[in-house]
């Protein structure tokens, strides 16, 4: 990737949200900005509910040219027309997954801190690679991605890497120059004006 190119928006939907108000949410947030690709990760575990979910998304993102990918629940993808799946599992299940969708399919996975597991991912098939988080969490084991990681993978490795993970302003100043994306979650849809706040932080890339 050029130093001068600006990364693509990558966005996760909330793991809970209202079906009745995100969709209408998330269409304004993505005829404000462009935004590469929406990955669907609510944490229900739901059968129904996620699929209502994964409908309502996919009117919304369709309609604009934005991928949906979905998290984790690989055999939702061609029975609700989304465009791939994000694996959690660092690589391990990439293979399956690209055998089962095909290879127009998008897929993608979270390799955590781990450059090995992102290498790894690569090599069985994935479209792309997240490393997360980026900021400091107190969530799961407290663990942060070096940012050294994605200056290293943006001059050795071809493929496609997401920082992810308690994004601030400064963090997406240093990264952008070495990251094709950057994903945003809860950094805007917390916020009162989502697509606000994604315009401050596209305003940050420089």
């Known amino acids: 990737m050029a130093e001068t190119e600006q990364p693509q928006i990558y966005l996760i939907t909330p793991t809970e949200f209202e079906l009745s108000l995100f969709p ?10 462009p935004v590469a690709c929406v990955r669907l990760g609510l944490a229900s575990r739901d059968e129904d509910r996620i699929a209502r979910a994964a409908d309502a998304c996919r009117e919304v993102t369709h309609a604009r040219d ?30 399956a997954a690209r055998k089962e969708l095909g290879e127009d399919a998008i897929v993608g996975c979270f390799c955590g801190t781990s450059r090995h597991d992102g290498m790894t991912a690569g090599e069985a098939g994935a479209d792309y690679i997240s490393f997360g988080p980026v900021g400091a969490s107190p969530l799961d084991a407290g663990e942060q991605v070096d940012p050294e990681v994605f200056d290293w993978w943006s001059q050795m490795i071809e493929l496609p890497v997401v920082a992810e993970g308690a994004l601030d302003l400064a963090l997406v100043k240093q990264l952008a120059p070495v990251t094709d994306f ?3 979650g809860d950094e805007i849809w917390r916020e009162d004006d989502p697509a606000q706040a994604l315009g401050r932080f596209i305003a940050a890339m420089g």
């Open 24 to 33: 209408d949410t998330l269409a304004r947030v993505l005829d404000a900005h």
């Open 66 to 95: 934005v991928a949906l990918v979905i998290e984790r629940h690989l055999m939702l993808v061609e029975r609700h027309g989304l465009d791939g799946v994000h694996l959690p599992d660092a690589g391990r299940s990439v293979r």
């Open 182 to 184: 950057l994903a945003f």
